[in-house]
């Protein structure tokens, strides 16, 4: 089992997401739905190994992290998802983390073994190439890891990119403080430049588990068609 490796579960709300899906559910549908992800993820990282940790403002998302074992982080406020992931990163590495594996908590098809598949395996090489210090897209130094006075071992990117590959669905990336998490629009892409700026190992994790996140009213009808987390590659598009 990976215990250097933490799962880290960034949840904004699990009362007021899903905004998108507004004008098809009522919002108590919708916050079932939410929360109803958000258990799987949970569920599906525990069993996958690695600790897990969950980021979020929201003291319910942090209740059920921690009677299900996993860590939880409590955001002071909301202040978006890319500094939610910076103060997880930064918690993950106080606690021994060598490595992060960042996953959406809209993944209906989510199964424990996706998340394996975004662990690689052991890397005998050592010396990364890496530097020591993460900066953000303005430049702005963010973090220096206590890793960088231990063995280095080469730096690595893992993306699981969304069904439109423009979204990042999965991150996995060693050491922690190697990026400056960019979410937002294309950020397949500018997490793949900045790794390989970094001089990373960067490899795609392609896995219906992982493509498909749950965000519109035409995800939702999609969803539908079939048993929550049924496989979305066995889904019958008729």
């Avoid at 960042?102 to 993944?107: G, N, P, R």
Wanted: hydrophobic share 40%; aromatic share 4%; proline share 10%.
């Amino acid at each position: 089992m990976d215990r250097s490796t933490w799962i880290v579960i960034p949840v904004r709300s699990l009362t007021d997401g899903k905004r998108r899906l507004a004008p098809v559910l009522e919002p108590d549908a919708r916050a079932r739905l939410v929360r109803r992800l958000f258990e799987r993820t949970l569920r599906a990282a525990l069993e996958a190994g690695p600790r897990a940790l969950v980021v979020s403002p929201d003291p319910d998302a942090l209740s059920l992290a921690r009677n299900a074992g996993a860590a939880a982080l409590e955001e002071p406020r909301p202040v978006g998802l890319n500094h939610a992931l910076e103060l997880a990163a930064r918690e993950a590495a106080k606690r021994g983390a060598e490595a992060l594996l960042v996953v959406s908590a809209d993944l209906p098809d989510l199964e424990a073994e996706d998340l394996r598949a975004m662990l690689p395996p052991p890397d005998p090489e050592s010396i990364s190439p890496a530097p020591d210090r993460a900066w953000n897209p303005a430049g702005a130094q963010i973090a220096e890891r206590a890793e960088s006075a231990m063995p280095r071992k080469r730096a690595v990117v893992r993306i699981a990119p969304d069904e439109a590959g423009t979204g990042t669905n999965a991150l996995y990336v060693r050491p922690p403080s190697l990026l400056a998490f960019e979410y937002g629009e294309s950020s397949c892409r500018r997490h793949h430049e900045q790794a390989r700026r970094a001089g990373a190992r960067v490899e795609t994790v392609d896995r219906p588990g992982l493509r498909f996140d749950l965000d519109t009213p035409i995800d939702l009808e999609r969803h539908e068609r079939r048993p929550f987390g049924r496989p979305h590659g066995e889904r019958e598009d008729r």
